[in-house]
């Protein structure tokens, strides 16, 4: 029984389906609860809202830089603490930045 044309080009099609993505400057690792490490703070008394990502390795000026363009943010609203490494964003944005973060596919 000879092999149609329809199955190797099928194979084809699944093949070339499977975008490449180029490799990334930065990793979020996930919690042991396979959740993202990204949290919303409340201080100053619950009236300043932050949201803080945590657990990043490589290049967090990158990161940074990625979440300010994505998020349409200004520069002064996303600040990276140098001492643990996490990247503290103004605002509760917690669903935006989980949502980049699985586009990137942390």
Known sequence: M???ASSSSNNAATSNSTEDFEPLSYHVH???SQQLPVYHLAKAGGNKHLTRIRKISGSVEDLKDD???ALGLAEKDIVI???NRHIVIK???KFEVAKFLEEKRF
């Open 2 to 4: 000879p092999v149609s």
């Open 30 to 32: 996930r919690t042991p």
């Open 67 to 69: 979440l300010r363009t």
């Open 81 to 83: 603490n140098n001492v």
């Open 91 to 93: 605002g509760w944005k």
